[in-house]
């Protein structure tokens, strides 16, 4: 029987460095502070702003709301990004996807301060990850799942490890720093041939691909280990991972849940990266 790696208990043991850092900036002065930045009112991104918000304010971090119209103009919407930029009593900038078609994601991406960028979205913080400069941040989700190696006490040096999934969120970046652990890397894809084969080969399989259930055990090589970043819902309302965890979850060594896994652990990685920035700002 796999171990499941729960994503509560690294949370858990994340919040007691996040709290003490906190409190350090607290006594010089500093209130840690996010801007949450949504356009539009699409059901999903409100609901995880409030969920971020409900996170934040646990860890009493202020987690201030920028709310703009679906039909702001692309000039207006640039003019404030750049206004929180230069607030300096905000320490990081989270933007809520998707944005409006006619608002090139490319040229927000770019806009957003590098150095308040705590999810990653900025292609210099990509950059400084390729470079293995700890000033960059890396996206949550993808620093989550290294998280959990580390918690876990897992070797990756060495390690072939495939990563199922190329985007700018999780694949690549998370390739990145597998690699940086000397890790031997294989990013997968739509055109990837003999997909399963190639996933069979990993010691350490990350499947973000966003397909419910798609990975079966004819992916996973016996004694793998499993990090199962996807979030699908069903059509039950279900929500499940990419991976088919009963089909899996007896073939390999370790295992993450959907619900209850790398998703917990992205929540702590977003509170430290805010605290991160607030230091780095504050010269700390």
Request: glycine share 8%; proline share 4%; charged share 25%.
């Amino acid at each position: 029987m796999a171990t499941l790696m729960k994503g509560k208990e690294i949370a858990d043991f994340l919040r007691e460095e996040i709290t003490a850092d906190i409190e350090f900036l607290a006594s010089k002065g500093i209130k840690c502070a996010m801007a949450a930045i949504r356009v539009g009112e699409r059901p999903d991104a409100v609901s995880y702003e409030k969920a971020t918000m409900k996170w934040l304010d646990k860890l009493n971090i202020d987690c201030v709301p920028f709310t703009y119209p679906e039909d702001i103009s692309k000039e207006d919407f640039f003019k404030e990004i750049e206004k929180i930029n230069n607030m300096e009593n905000i320490h990081g900038m989270l933007l809520f996807r998707p944005i409006p078609r006619d608002i090139d994601t490319g040229e927000v991406e770019y806009t957003i301060s590098a150095i308040k960028d705590i999810d990653g979205m900025n292609p210099v913080n990509f950059g400084k990850i390729c470079t293995s400069d700890e000033t960059g941040y890396a996206p949550c989700t993808a620093k989550a799942v290294m998280e959990i190696l580390k918690f876990h006490k897992i070797d990756i040096s060495g390690k072939k490890a495939v990563v199922l999934g190329r985007s700018m969120v999780i694949g690549k970046p998370v390739s990145m720093l597998l690699l940086n652990e000397n890790a031997t890397v294989t990013i997968c894809h739509s055109r990837t041939k003999d997909l399963a084969a190639v996933c069979r080969e990993a010691d350490i399989l990350v499947a973000a691909i966003g397909k419910a259930g798609f990975v079966t055990d004819e992916f996973v090589k016996d004694g793998a280990i499993v990090i199962d970043v996807g979030i699908n819902v069903t059509d039950e309302g279900k929500v499940v991972g990419d991976v088919d965890f009963a089909a899996v979850e007896g073939k390999c060594s370790y295992i993450t849940p959907v619900p209850g896994g790398v998703g917990s652990v992205t929540n702590a990685v977003l509170a430290r990266h805010i605290v991160k920035a607030a230091k780095r700002l504050n010269g700390y």
